[in-house]
């Protein structure tokens, strides 16, 4: 579980590096809500504000300034990333 968390968060962190590097950094939970039930969190901020999240009960991305509105709908449009995502559980 763990291992697989941080394949994905470098994988975010690798998409948004190209943007600002120095500023970046990601959060990944793995909330236990219950024995058997695991929330699925990640989240990229900028200058300590919150960018980009997923949640995985919602089992999408949530973008919170324009930009990155954009790229959480395009993440949500490809079936093959959510997918992934969803594996992750
Ligand atoms: C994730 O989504 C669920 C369902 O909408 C919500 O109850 C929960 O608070 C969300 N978690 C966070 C950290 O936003």
Known sequence: MGMKCSFSLLFLV???SRV???????????QFTS???VVYLEQ???NKVLQI????TL???TGYTEKTKEIAE???KNPKF???EKKMN
């Open 35 to 37: 024995p058997d039930d």
């Open 20 to 30: 600002d590097a120095l500023f970046a950094h990601g959060l990944l939970h793995c």
């Open 53 to 56: 999240q997923y949640n995985s």
């Open 14 to 16: 690798l998409f948004f």
């Open 82 to 84: 959510i997918k992934e």
């Open 44 to 46: 990229i901020f900028f």
């Open 74 to 76: 395009g993440l949500n």
């Open 59 to 61: 089992g999408k991305y």
